[in-house]
Nanobody, 125 residues
Framework: QVQLVESGGGSVQAGGSLRLSCAAS????????MAWFRQAPGKQREGVTG????????YYADSVKGRFTISQDNAKNTLYLQMDSLRPEDTAMYYC??????????????????WGQGTQVTVSS
């Protein structure tokens, strides 16, 4: 049974940084896409960034390019999201997601099968 557990959310002032973690377990697939999505109140869930374990490629939404970095530690089965230069508009619930195969673009929630419970990120101005 696949499980994804996020951690690392919190409150930070604009310009600050946070690092989210997603501990994964139960995978039987060797090549998966893992991604971070976010959802603000009253808005649709949007894809932030994703990576494919088969070739290490990554995708970033324009809104986070140059500020967010996705990475993974295969030994720990953990996905990370380093968020720098945070802005108030980055405030949202952040979710880790995974799906077998390469599904980075379009990075839409409907293409992903497994989801974590989410971790809240709040950026104040």
């Amino acid at each position: 049974q696949v499980q994804l557990v996020e951690s690392g959310g919190g409150s930070v002032q604009a310009g600050g940084s946070l690092r989210l973690s997603c501990a994964a377990s139960g995978f039987t697939y060797s090549r998966v896409s893992m991604a971070w999505f976010r959802q603000a109140p009253g808005k649709q869930r949007e894809g932030v960034t994703g990576t494919y374990t088969g070739d290490g490629s990554a995708y970033y939404a324009d809104s986070v390019k140059g500020r967010f970095t996705i990475s993974q530690d295969n030994a720990k089965n953990t996905l990370y999201l380093q968020m720098d230069s945070l802005r108030p508009e980055d405030t949202a619930m952040y979710y880790c997601a995974a799906v077998p195969g390469r599904k980075l673009f379009p990075l839409t929630a409907s293409r992903y099968t497994y989801w974590g419970q989410g971790t809240q990120v709040t950026v104040s101005s």
